[in-house]
């Protein structure tokens, strides 16, 4: 089946931090895939802004070499890669200091570009210093739209910090706070599979579901980054942001209109409505020394080090829809493979015509799959098919995004480039609003204080992590769903 391709108006997309990774790796290739597929125009500009003192030749050469590392072969397009280089733009700048900030605003405002979004693929140090810059030299419009990446705080006064900045200088309507998770297909499917249809909204609450498992496993360490990594952990680093937006969609009520405002007040309620955590309901870990590779705490370079790579807990929401109904969370590094999935497990039949021999443990299970296949199973029981007797089986009703909406290798949009283009058209809906950052860290800062000086427990690389993060399900019966290799 072919994708809809709605094009988005002509803009100036000004990218902060154009020499990094994130803009390299993901950002510059998203958008060349964007023009590719005919959604944004070719009078769109690119503008790189960073400290590199490159000039336009230099930062189109860097996109080339990034063209042909990361946009697969049979996806490259010598032809449209050509209009795609004529798109960029580059500027020195200082983004503490004076550089570079006339010739900035001397480029975008000599453009008729009715939209001009602000990229800041910088750290949360510069989102400040940038935004009164842009407000200043009136780079910004009223109009404009900023784009702020994670980390949104440390904490939960780190993160009204940020949000005064940027609030100082932007309208809360002109500002995009990014995750990438909220930009994968499956999980704007998951809106979709609850409120578009009216088989599952009916039992999607306690009287039918047993809980739910959400799980994001890395088989990577944090080599390379884990200096900075101790000073965050999984909880920061993952749980406050990812793990709770996943749960926030899959636990919200139905809004009242599918705009961005509507979606976000039913968001902050589920946050708002999250029981404090038991600390024996939390599980923190750390991957030990593996024969081939380091620990944690040598890839942190920090032999003392107690912060988390990995975290379980067991949360609970106190509403109606929810109460009673446990919510596991599961997020580390150096596991047995790399994997995202939302596990909605739900009860038993109330009553057994079978045998009991013939039971199974394990009853309906709706898995949706963000990574690396995203995807939708249900599992079913059904009778296993022969003679000799009736038996039951498990089978799964399995549909891959890639296989039922794909078309003769089409490239699918990945998460980066469904937000840039939503950006561009003023769509807030698949970002977090201030209150909803504020709000999750209001949660989780009181976790994190109570694990102040305890050790994380040790684990194997390559494994599901810790004992306890099993010990954690098995005391109520239950069982973590497979990391699959």
């Given at each position: 089946m072919?994708?809809?391709?709605i094009?988005?108006?002509s803009?100036?997309?000004v990218?902060?931090?154009?020499?990094?990774?994130?803009?390299?790796?993901?950002?510059l290739?998203?958008?060349?895939?964007?023009?590719?597929?005919?959604?944004?125009p070719?009078?769109?500009?690119?503008?790189?802004?960073?400290r590199?003192?490159?000039?336009?030749e230099?930062f189109?050469?860097?996109?080339?070499?990034?063209?042909?590392?990361?946009?697969?072969e049979?996806?490259?397009?010598?032809e449209?890669?050509?209009?795609?280089?004529?798109?960029?733009?580059?500027?020195p700048?200082?983004a503490?200091?004076?550089?570079?900030w006339?010739?900035?605003?001397?480029?975008?405002n000599?453009?008729?570009?009715?939209?001009?979004?602000?990229?800041?693929?910088?750290?949360p140090?510069?989102?400040?210093?940038?935004?009164?810059?842009?407000?200043?030299?009136?780079?910004?419009?009223?109009?404009?739209?900023?784009?702020?990446?994670?980390?949104?705080?440390?904490d939960?006064?780190?993160?009204?910090?940020?949000?005064?900045?940027?609030?100082?200088?932007?309208k809360?309507s002109?500002?995009?706070?990014?995750?990438h998770?909220?930009g994968?297909?499956?999980?704007?499917?998951?809106?979709?599979l609850?409120?578009a249809?009216?088989?599952?909204?009916?039992v999607?609450?306690?009287?039918h579901v047993?809980?739910?498992?959400?799980?994001?496993?890395?088989s990577?360490?944090?080599?390379?980054?884990?200096?900075y990594?101790?000073?965050?952990?999984?909880?920061?680093?993952?749980?406050?942001n990812?793990?709770?937006?996943?749960?926030?969609l899959?636990?919200?009520?139905?809004?009242a209109?599918?705009n961005?405002?509507?979606?976000?007040d039913?968001?902050?309620?589920?946050?708002?409505s999250?029981?404090?955590?038991k600390?024996?309901?939390?599980v923190?870990g750390q991957y030990?020394?593996?024969t081939?590779?380091?620990?944690?705490?040598?890839?942190?370079?920090n032999p003392?080090?107690?912060?988390e790579?990995?975290?379980a807990?067991?949360?609970?929401?106190?509403?109606?829809?929810?109460?009673?109904?446990?919510?596991?969370?599961?997020?580390?590094?150096?596991?047995r493979?790399r994997?995202?999935?939302?596990?909605v497990?739900?009860?038993?039949?109330?009553?057994s015509?079978f045998?009991?021999?013939e039971?199974?443990?394990?009853?309906?299970s709706?898995v949706?799959?963000?990574?690396?296949?995203?995807?939708?199973?249900?599992?079913m029981?059904?009778?296993?098919?022969?003679?000799g007797?009736?038996?039951l089986t498990?089978?799964?009703l399995d549909m891959?995004?890639?296989e039922?909406?794909?078309?003769?290798?089409?490239?699918?949009?990945?998460?980066y480039?469904?937000l840039?283009?939503?950006v561009?058209?003023g769509?807030q809906?698949?970002?977090?609003?201030?209150?909803?950052?504020?709000?999750a860290?209001?949660?989780?800062?009181?976790?994190?204080?109570?694990?102040?000086?305890?050790?994380?427990e040790?684990?194997?690389?390559?494994?599901?992590?810790?004992?306890?993060?099993?010990?954690?399900m098995h005391?109520?019966?239950?069982?973590?769903?497979?990391?699959?290799?």
């Amino acid at each position: 089946m072919a994708t809809r391709i709605i094009p988005v108006e002509s803009s100036d997309m000004v990218i902060f931090g154009a020499s990094g990774d994130l803009a390299q790796r993901k950002i510059l290739p998203g958008l060349y895939h964007r023009l590719v597929a005919g959604q944004l125009p070719p009078t769109a500009r690119i503008i790189g802004a960073a400290r590199s003192k490159w000039n336009r030749e230099e930062f189109q050469k860097k996109a080339t070499e990034s063209y042909f590392e990361f946009v697969p072969e049979h996806e490259q397009n010598p032809e449209i890669f050509k209009t795609f280089l004529n798109c960029l733009h580059y500027v020195p700048i200082d983004a503490m200091g004076n550089g570079g900030w006339d010739e900035l605003t001397a480029l975008v405002n000599d453009n008729p570009n009715p939209v001009r979004a602000f990229y800041l693929s910088v750290g949360p140090s510069l989102f400040g210093p940038i935004s009164t810059r842009l407000s200043k030299t009136g780079i910004a419009t009223p109009e404009s739209r900023i784009v702020v990446e994670k980390p949104f705080g440390h904490d939960l006064a780190s993160a009204k910090e940020l949000n005064k900045q940027l609030g100082t200088c932007f309208k809360e309507s002109q500002i995009y706070r990014i995750d990438h998770y909220l930009g994968k297909e499956t999980v704007q499917n998951l809106m979709a599979l609850r409120f578009a249809n009216a088989l599952l909204e009916p039992v999607w609450n306690s009287q039918h579901v047993d809980h739910v498992q959400i799980s994001v496993s890395e088989s990577i360490g944090v080599e390379g980054r884990g200096e900075y990594y101790d000073t965050s952990g999984a909880m920061r680093d993952m749980v406050q942001n990812h793990l709770m937006q996943l749960l926030c969609l899959t636990a919200m009520e139905p809004p009242a209109k599918f705009n961005a405002d509507d979606v976000r007040d039913e968001k902050l309620k589920v946050i708002r409505s999250l029981d404090p955590v038991k600390p024996d309901d939390i599980v923190r870990g750390q991957y030990r020394a593996s024969t081939h590779d380091g620990s944690y705490k040598d890839h942190a370079i920090n032999p003392d080090s107690t912060t988390e790579c990995f975290v379980a807990l067991k949360v609970h929401i106190s509403n109606w829809r929810w109460a009673g109904v446990p919510f596991y969370l599961r997020t580390g590094k150096k596991l047995r493979a790399r994997m995202s999935e939302i596990s909605v497990i739900f009860k038993d039949p109330p009553h057994s015509i079978f045998p009991q021999s013939e039971r199974r443990h394990e009853g309906n299970s709706l898995v949706i799959r963000l990574q690396p296949d995203e995807g939708i199973t249900m599992h079913m029981i059904i009778k296993e098919p022969g003679q000799g007797g009736f038996r039951l089986t498990e089978v799964p009703l399995d549909m891959s995004f890639a296989e039922a909406l794909g078309d003769n290798g089409e490239h699918l949009a990945d998460a980066y480039e469904r937000l840039m283009m939503d950006v561009i058209r003023g769509d807030q809906t698949l970002f977090m609003r201030g209150d909803e950052v504020e709000a999750a860290w209001r949660w989780t800062d009181p976790i994190i204080a109570n694990w102040s000086g305890e050790k994380p427990e040790r684990y194997d690389q390559g494994s599901s992590g810790p004992d306890g993060s099993l010990a954690l399900m098995h005391r109520d019966s239950r069982r973590w769903h497979a990391i699959e290799v």
